[in-house]
C-alpha cells in the first residue's frame, strides 16, 4: 500500500469517527429534547417510615416517622418468649379479668360499710354473699384451665405469631380499636337476640347467664361453654379481619375485657364509660342491668344503636333506686 492509499483509509476512518459523533450528539440532544419534555418522577424523594414496609399485613394509617407506642412495644417484645408461650393468652385474658373485678370485690365487701357508696350502688340492697363470688370465681377459673388453655395450646401448635419490629401508629391502634368494638357489639347483638328468641337456644345455652338477675363484677364470665366459645371467636375474629397489629389486638382485649365487666359491676358512677360518651350512644352498667332485670331489651352489649333501630332500647335504672334486687332465680 503506497502513501496515497494509506491517506485515503486515515479519511475515510476520520469521516467515520465524525458522523458517530453527530449521530451521538443528535441522539443525546433528542432525548435531552424528551427530558424535558417528559421528566421523569423524583422517585429518589420518595421514602416509606410505616411499618407496612416491613409487614404489608400491618397496614398502618399513621405515615409518621415518630412511632409514639415504640418504647411500650419495644419493652413488650423484649418478653417475646413469654409471649410466644401457649400459656400467655390464658394467663393474660385470665389476669387481666381478676384485675378489673377485684376493685369492684372490695367495694362489694366494704359497701355496706360505707353509707356514702350506695349511692353510685344500682341495687344499693344487694351485695354478693361469700359463696355466690367463690361459685364465679371456680367456674371462671375452671372454664380458663379446661376449654380456653386447650384452645390456646392448638393455636401454639400451628405455628408462632409474627410480631413485628415497628410499633402501629397511635391513630391506627385507635381506629383498628374503636372498629373492632363496633363489629364485636354487632356480632354480639345479633347472637344475643337469637339466643332470647329461641327458646331452645336461651334454655340450652345461654339460662345460665341470667341465673344472676342483680349483676356484679365477677358474675360477668359465669357462662355456659358455648357462649364462652362465641365470644372468644368474635374477638379473635375481627382483630384477625382488620389485620391489626399484635399490639392493638392485646389493647382491644384489655378494652373488651374492661368493658364487660363495668357492664357488670353494680355501680354507676360519674365517670361511667356511658357518662363519658355523648348523646347516649353508649349504654353501660345501668342498660345492661335493665337487661338482667327484664331479658327483653338491651341486647346490644355496649353501644345502643342496634337497640334504638329494633326497637328494644329500656332505660336502665338510676342508681340507688331500682326496684328489689332478685339475686337468683
Not at 443528535?26 to 418522577?41: E, G, H, K, Y
Amino acid at each position: 500500500m503506497d502513501g496515497r492509499d494509506q491517506e485515503l483509509l486515515l479519511k475515510k476512518r476520520a469521516s467515520s469517527q465524525t458522523a458517530q459523533t453527530g449521530s451521538a450528539a443528535q441522539f443525546s440532544s433528542a432525548r435531552f429534547s424528551l427530558d424535558q419534555l417528559f421528566p421523569s418522577p423524583p422517585m429518589a424523594s420518595l421514602s416509606i417510615t410505616n411499618s407496612s414496609s416491613e409487614l404489608p399485613e400491618f397496614r398502618s394509617l399513621d405515615t409518621s416517622a415518630v412511632r409514639l407506642l415504640q418504647p411500650l412495644w419495644d419493652m413488650i417484645k423484649a418478653r417475646e418468649g413469654l409471649l410466644q408461650s401457649p400459656f400467655f393468652p390464658v394467663l393474660f385474658s385470665g389476669t387481666t379479668y381478676l384485675a378489673f373485678c377485684l376493685p369492684f370485690m372490695v367495694l362489694d365487701f366494704v359497701g355496706y360499710r360505707v353509707p356514702a357508696l350506695r349511692k353510685y350502688k344500682i341495687h344499693p340492697n344487694f351485695y354478693p354473699s361469700a359463696g355466690q363470688i367463690l361459685l364465679c370465681l371456680l367456674h371462671t377459673i375452671y372454664q380458663h384451665v379446661v376449654f380456653i388453655f386447650p384452645a390456646t395450646v392448638l393455636r401454639w401448635h400451628w405455628g408462632p405469631q409474627t410480631w413485628p419490629a415497628l410499633a402501629p401508629g397511635l391513630w391506627e391502634l385507635l381506629y383498628h380499636v374503636t372498629v373492632c368494638l363496633l363489629l364485636f357489639d354487632a356480632e354480639f347483638f345479633v347472637w344475643h337476640v337469637l339466643h332470647h328468641k329461641v327458646p331452645w337456644l336461651y334454655q340450652t345455652f345461654h339460662k345460665v347467664h341470667h341465673k344472676n338477675t342483680s349483676p356484679f363484677a365477677l358474675a360477668t364470665q359465669y357462662l355456659s361453654v358455648w357462649e364462652l366459645s362465641s365470644l372468644g371467636f368474635f374477638n379473635c375474629l375481627n382483630p384477625t379481619l382488620l389485620g391489626c397489629h399484635p399490639l392493638t389486638t392485646m389493647t382491644f382485649n384489655v378494652v373488651n375485657i374492661w368493658l364487660s365487666v363495668e357492664d357488670h359491676c353494680g355501680y354507676d358512677f360519674p365517670w361511667s364509660t356511658h357518662r363519658l360518651v355523648p348523646y347516649g350512644w353508649y349504654g353501660g352498667v345501668s342498660h345492661h342491668d335493665m337487661h338482667h332485670r327484664k331479658i327483653n331489651c338491651n341486647y346490644a352489649p355496649y353501644f345502643t344503636h342496634w337497640d334504638k333501630l329494633l326497637g328494644t332500647l329500656s332505660l336502665g335504672y338510676p342508681a340507688g333506686n331500682p326496684p328489689s334486687p332478685a339475686p337468683w332465680n
